[in-house]
Nanobody, 123 residues
Framework: QVQLVESGGGLVQAGGSLRLSCAVS????????MGWFRQAPGKERGLVAA????????WYSESVKGRFTISRDNAKDTVYLQMNSLKPDDTAVYYC????????????????WGQGTQVTVSS
């Protein structure tokens, strides 16, 4: 397993932007996939963006496609989620997660999780 620490959440007005960071420590290699999940109050946790650590296999949910961008910096062992054109519906706790293997959407397939960071978008 790897250790994940998220940062970058906060309060932003609708239409604004935030960048979340996920610092990764422990064993990392190209076989890992990294995902950003979110969970709003009363809703199930869902995958919004994911990618292979090698850079391929990028996936976005339809609700964020065109607005969010997942990326990673190998030198810093950090995964990012750039969120633009934020909407109140994006309000949630955002989690970084990792798994060995290809990108999949089910959270149960991810072995390592961060503590989460709150994103609140006001209207």
């Amino acid at each position: 397993q790897v250790q994940l620490v998220e940062s970058g959440g906060g309060l932003v007005q609708a239409g604004g932007s935030l960048r979340l960071s996920c610092a990764v420590s422990g064993r990392t290699f190209s076989g890992y996939s990294m995902g950003w999940f979110r969970q709003a109050p009363g809703k199930e946790r869902g995958l919004v963006a994911a990618m292979r650590w090698s850079g391929g296999g990028v996936w976005y949910s339809e609700s964020v496609k065109g607005r969010f961008t997942i990326s990673r910096d190998n030198a810093k062992d950090t995964v990012y989620l750039q969120m633009n054109s934020l909407k109140p519906d994006d309000t949630a706790v955002y989690y970084c997660a990792a798994r060995v293997g290809p990108v999949v959407s089910g959270g149960t397939f991810y072995d390592s999780w961060g503590q989460g960071t709150q994103v609140t978008v006001s209207s």
